[in-house]
T-cell receptor, first 110, second 116 residues
Framework: KQEVTQIPAALSVPEGENLVLNCSFT??????LQWFRQDPGKGLTSLLL?????REQTSGRLNASLDKSSGRSTLYIAASQPGDSATYLC?????????FGGGTRLMVKP | NAGVTQTPKFRVLKTGQSMTLLCAQD?????MYWYRQDPGMGLRLIHY???????AKGEVPDGYNVSRLKKQNFLLGLESAAPSQTSVYFC???????????????FGNGTRLTVT
């Protein structure tokens, strides 16, 4: 069974820091991987979708990378802001099943 | 631009009661999904549909039924609610199949259900 792990479960940083969120997966037969943010009491908002043939995707201050050989994706957030505070989830797509990580709860302090 | 809309937003049920959660999407997506999100368990797929008139079981289907009579709507039913079904329920939709290359999921804002 595919396992998707996000470490750390929670992270607190001061405003302005660059930070990296990690998503590890056990199955290398990846189709694509999607990063979401979830605000309290809300649904999931898609941030970036990175295909298995891609190494990275960028949107504004966000950059997602994918390393299939090491079974790892990272979400890089540059110059973090208090508005970035949310839970970030990754979703692994193996083609026949989607598996979500448990999420990293991020708090950016002003 | 509504996207995926879920109703109701909150609901409290007593054990044994029944209810239906409604999901509506206006993006003409073929694929729709129902997830539950629990602390420490992440998001788990309950049922999904790959098109109007079709449904399929996901990871945790027991105690739930679904129907997709219209392409834009996906209903999740609880026939006899149990406390173990206390959770936040999310509906999602996508343009292409689980394995499609351009298959980002679009989520609703969730329904918080408490069963006492």
């Amino acid at each position: 069974k595919q396992e998707v792990t996000q470490i750390p479960a929670a992270l607190s940083v001061p405003e302005g820091e660059n930070l990296v969120l990690n998503c590890s997966f056990t199955d290398s037969a990846i189709y694509n991987l999607q990063w979401f943010r979830q605000d309290p009491g809300k649904g999931l908002t898609s941030l970036l979708l990175i295909q298995s043939s891609q190494r990275e995707q960028t949107s504004g201050r966000l950059n997602a990378s994918l390393d299939k050989s090491s079974g790892r994706s990272t979400l890089y957030i540059a110059a973090s802001q208090p508005g970035d505070s949310a839970t970030y989830l990754c979703r692994f797509n193996a083609g026949n099943m989607l598996t979500f990580g448990g999420g990293t709860r991020l708090m950016v302090k002003p | 631009n509504a996207g995926v809309t879920q109703t109701p937003k909150f609901r409290v049920l007593k054990t044994g009661q029944s209810m239906t959660l409604l999901c509506a999407q206006d993006m003409n997506h073929e694929y729709m999904y129902w997830y539950r999100q629990d602390p420490g368990m992440g998001l788990r797929l309950i049922h999904y549909s790959v098109g109007e008139g079709t449904t399929a079981k996901g990871e945790v289907p027991d105690g739930y039924n679904v129907s997709r009579l219209k392409k834009q709507n996906f209903l999740l039913g609880l026939e006899s609610a149990a406390p173990s079904q206390t959770s936040v329920y999310f509906c999602a939709s996508s343009y292409s199949h689980l394995g499609g290359r351009d298959s980002p999921l679009h989520f609703g804002n969730g329904t918080r259900l408490t069963v006492t």
